[in-house]
């Protein structure tokens, strides 16, 4: 999904684990309880997304960094 358009999507619960979401639009998208495990968000906008319970392990944040 590299430079995909999710901006204000609803993808509560959705497994993105491994997605490759490079350069990906997630302004004011619901993400809640999503499973990014692994996934790269490398350049991703995330402004305003609602993020609570998002599985975040070992995904690549948009500034590069690794989550934990």
Known sequence: ??????????LI???LRGANLV?????RANLQD????????????LS??????TILHGATMPDGSTHA
């Not at 305003?48 to 319970?53: D, I, M, P």
């Open 34 to 45: 999503a499973d990014l495990t692994q996934a790269i968000l490398d350049r991703a906008e």
């Open 1 to 10: 999904m590299l430079g995909a358009n999710l901006s204000r999507a609803n």
């Open 13 to 15: 619960g959705s497994c």
């Open 23 to 27: 350069d990906a639009d997630l302004v």
């Open 48 to 53: 305003g997304a609602y993020l609570f319970g």
